[in-house]
């Protein structure tokens, strides 16, 4: 009786454990890109985040960090012709092609500012950081041109990070 009772305990937990992996959402766009934020040096108390051209995102940001009182940053969403008007330590691209973001990033930013892109799949030119679908989950490319071009200081740990998820 005791030997079945072990094999029906240590059945359930084995489901339950299956089960819940499963169940564990993936990272978001969001969650990803705190995560990288994290690994930089910033010279402002409160770093801005600008959401190039998408303002359903811009607010998706501002929820994520009304309810994540760990980050301290703003967030605001801006046309591309605004950018260099702007003092943004960081630069979110959703909508463009790495075409368009390279041109941005070349014709508008004068100042230290962290690119990251969520339509960059390949990252060789645009954004610093492109966040990419794989398999079920997200992950992350670094373009090292675009990394150094931001004067903005990264822990190289996160390039560790994203070798790992590659």
Not at 144 to 166: G, N
Request: one cysteine or more; aromatic letters at 10%; glycine letters at 2%.
């Amino acid at each position: 009786m005791n030997h079945v009772f072990k094999k029906v305990c240590a059945t359930f937990w084995l489901v339950l454990i299956c089960v819940t992996a499963h169940a564990t959402p993936a990272p978001s766009v969001l969650s990803i890109t705190f995560s990288i934020l994290s690994y930089a040096k910033w010279t402002t108390a409160v770093p801005e985040i600008c959401v190039i051209n998408n303002n359903n995102m811009a607010s998706q940001f501002k929820n994520y960090l009304s309810s994540n009182d760990e980050y301290n940053y703003s967030v605001k969403s801006i046309d591309k012709q605004k950018i260099r008007s702007e003092r943004c330590e960081v630069l979110i691209f959703s909508t463009f092609t790495p075409e368009e973001e390279q041109r941005v990033l070349n014709s508008s930013v004068e100042f230290p500012a962290l690119s990251i892109s969520s339509s960059n799949t390949e990252c060789e030119i645009g954004s610093a950081f492109c966040l990419y679908r794989k398999n079920t989950g997200l992950s992350f490319k670094v373009n090292m041109d675009s990394l150094t071009q931001s004067k903005v200081r990264i822990d190289p740990r996160v390039l560790l990070l994203a070798r790992a998820t590659e």
